[in-house]
């Protein structure tokens, strides 16, 4: 069935730091792809999306490019903030069954 | 806009009881509603799915008849965990989605933290 892979965490960066989180995908068909944040003790919130290969999401200084050859969406900001530390989850809407499957969720640290 | 409420945010109850929680859309209409539980740093486990006006659609290992799920309107979804033991103690998270061409997009409630004494 279709499954999401993401980076193990915590990821302990400093401020200004270039972040990467890796994540790649196994589906059937061309479903679209997600980054979604959670801060401590809250919901998600989405953070970006791509709905076909070659898209590039971004929204608050991140971005992640949907690669149908490597199966991957990786998340990327060129300057993390103390703000920025979160849990993040790449996901992906399965269009077979209906429903987002989600990868374990990678936890950033960021430090001043 | 894509607004995701829940209510309550926390409650704590004592075993044997049942406790409801809502989940409402508070700009848009949702047509598909959406249950996860997420144990401590953990990922999000998807325990059902329901349509306004149907049943929902439960996920192998989640029980039906504890968890009952229902989704009265466009805007409302209720869980009611029935005979809660601490064991159900966890976040629980709704999402929803509006249908048309952002069906594949989920708007996520801020969660609800069931603990049971």
């Known amino acids: 069935g279709d499954s999401v892979t993401q980076m193990e965490g915590p990821v302990t960066l400093s401020e200004e730091a270039f972040l990467t989180i890796n994540c790649t995908y196994t589906?059937?068909?061309?479903?679209?792809l997600f980054w979604y944040v959670q801060y401590p003790g809250e919901g998600l919130q989405l953070l970006l999306k791509?709905?076909?290969?070659?898209d590039k999401g971004s929204n608050k200084g991140f971005e992640a490019t949907y690669r149908k050859e490597t199966t991957s969406f990786h998340l990327e900001k060129g300057s993390v903030q103390v703000s920025d530390s979160a849990v993040y989850f790449c996901?992906?809407?399965?269009?077979?069954?209906?429903?987002?499957?989600f990868g374990a969720g990678t936890r950033l640290f960021v430090k001043a | 806009g894509a607004v995701v409420s829940q209510h309550p945010s926390r409650v704590i109850c004592k075993s044997g009881t049942s406790v409801k929680i809502e989940c409402r859309s508070l700009?848009?209409?949702?047509?598909?509603m959406f249950w996860y539980r997420q144990f401590p740093k953990q990922s999000l486990m998807l325990m059902a799915t329901?349509?306004?006006?149907?049943?929902?659609?439960?996920e192998q290992g989640v029980e039906k008849d504890k968890f009952l799920i229902n989704h009265a309107s466009l805007t409302l979804s209720t869980l009611t965990v029935t005979s809660a033991h601490p064991e159900d103690s966890s976040f629980y998270i709704c999402?929803?989605?509006?249908?048309?061409?952002?069906?594949?997009?989920?708007?996520f409630g801020p969660g609800t933290r069931l603990t049971v004494l």
């Open positions: 999402s929803a989605a509006s249908g048309g061409p952002d069906t594949d997009t989920q708007y």
């Open positions: 589906a059937t068909g061309y479903p679209s």
């Open positions: 791509a709905t076909k290969a070659d």
């Open positions: 996901a992906l809407f399965s269009t077979g069954g209906f429903k987002t499957i």
């Open positions: 700009d848009f209409q949702a047509t598909t």
């Open positions: 329901s349509n306004e006006g149907s049943k929902a659609t439960y």
